[in-house]
């Protein structure tokens, strides 16, 4: 079975930093693009970043550019994003998903980012 | 930037047939994607490429488009339905390509 498990959810205050990671099972990761996605409380989901099998194939969602870095660990089966600069507005659910060119195929659970002083 | 608009909610009595709308500008020409979500649960894709289920995705799914507008059909409705629907395209006009969302369809079982 295919398996993303997130991680490194928590509270944090505006400005500060937080590095999510995501554990891959059950695939090819190496073979895959991986994206983050979001769900603010009572929102919508928003996609966040992507990152494709080649590391140049990165890109940002306009609201995170410039303040979250996207990366992988193919040795390791693992997606990361490092969240810099937070502010209230990220804070949201995060999650890990593969990605099938256009469309996302398999998601995790999430994890929760909560940015608040 | 590419828009996706949907209703905040939709209801339908147990049994019968739901439509879900999705709207953009000149939609029927992109490949439209949707996705279930459930309360504590992690989301499902249920159509992806238009008008495909992946595996495990009850027939009673189903997505057609054309024109300004996508549509999510759910028929014989069942209670286990009851989730948010939202609609997905790839945008590749801008700089880099944007996976845009519309703002999700809450679908009520009454």
């Known amino acids: 079975d295919v398996h993303l498990v997130e991680s490194g959810g928590g509270l944090v205050q505006p400005g500060g930093s937080l590095r999510l990671s995501c554990a891959a099972s059950?695939?090819?990761?190496?073979?895959?693009?991986m994206n983050w996605v979001r769900q603010s409380p009572g929102k919508g989901l928003e996609w966040v970043a992507y990152i494709g099998t080649r590391i140049s194939d990165i890109y940002y969602a306009d609201s995170v550019k410039g303040r979250f870095t996207i990366s992988r660990d193919n040795a390791r089966n693992s997606l990361h994003v490092q969240m810099n600069s937070l502010r209230v507005e990220d804070t949201a659910t995060y999650y890990c998903?593969?990605?099938?060119?256009?469309?996302?195929?398999?998601w995790g659970n999430g994890t929760t980012v909560t940015v608040s002083s | 930037s590419y828009v996706l608009t949907q209703p905040p909610s939709v209801s339908v009595a147990p049994g019968q047939t739901a439509r879900l709308p999705c709207g953009g500008n000149e939609i029927g020409s992109q490949t439209v994607q949707w996705y279930q979500l459930r309360p504590g649960q992690a989301p499902v894709l249920v159509i992806y490429n238009d008008d495909v289920r992946p595996s495990g995705i009850p027939e009673r799914f189903s997505a057609s488009g054309s024109g300004h507008t996508a549509t999510l059909t759910i028929s014989r409705v069942e209670v286990g339905d009851e989730a948010d629907y939202y609609c997905q395209v790839w945008d590749r006009s801008g700089v880099h390509p944007y996976w845009v969302f519309g703002g999700g369809t809450k679908l009520t079982v009454l």
């Open positions: 059950g695939f090819t990761f190496r073979s895959y693009g």
């Open positions: 998903v593969r990605g099938r060119l256009y469309y996302m195929d398999v």
